[in-house]
Nanobody, 130 residues
Framework: QVQLAESGGGSVHAGGSLKLSCVVS????????LGWFRQAPGKEREGVAS???????GYADSVKGRFTISQDNAKNTLYLQMNSLKPEDTAMYYC????????????????????????WGQGTQVTVSS
């Protein structure tokens, strides 16, 4: 059973930084995708960043250059370093696992949509004030 648990959310002023963590257990697959998603009130859940078992990363255009996804396999932990935060980054942030990824489409990619991610954490709130 794959389980994920996020931590590290909080309230910051615009321009500030936060680092989210996600402890992943039970992911006994040689290949996989891990992703960070977020959902603001009244909006659909959207992909923020992804990383595959080889360490290849992908980012939504809205966070490129500001957010960095990484993983520490020794600690079974996924991270999301968020810098230069903006009020529009305010949302509940979730980590998720897709044991069937990455997918081939001219290269191997992880999905940035919730479809395919079968395992989710409970979420951690990030609030950015102006």
């Amino acid at each position: 059973q794959v389980q994920l648990a996020e931590s590290g959310g909080g309230s910051v002023h615009a321009g500030g930084s936060l680092k989210l963590s996600c402890v992943v257990s039970g992911l006994a697959f040689a290949e996989y995708c891990l992703g960070w998603f977020r959902q603001a009130p009244g909006k659909e859940r959207e992909g923020v960043a992804s990383i595959d078992s080889d360490g290849s990363t992908g980012y939504a255009d809205s966070v490129k250059g500001r957010f960095t996804i990484s993983q520490d396999n020794a600690k079974n932990t996924l991270y999301l370093q968020m810098n230069s935060l903006k009020p529009e980054d305010t949302a509940m942030y979730y980590c998720a696992a897709d044991p069937e990824g990455p997918y081939y489409s001219g290269g191997y990619y992880c999905l940035h949509t919730p479809v395919g991610y079968n395992y989710w954490g409970q979420g951690t709130q990030v609030t950015v004030s102006s």
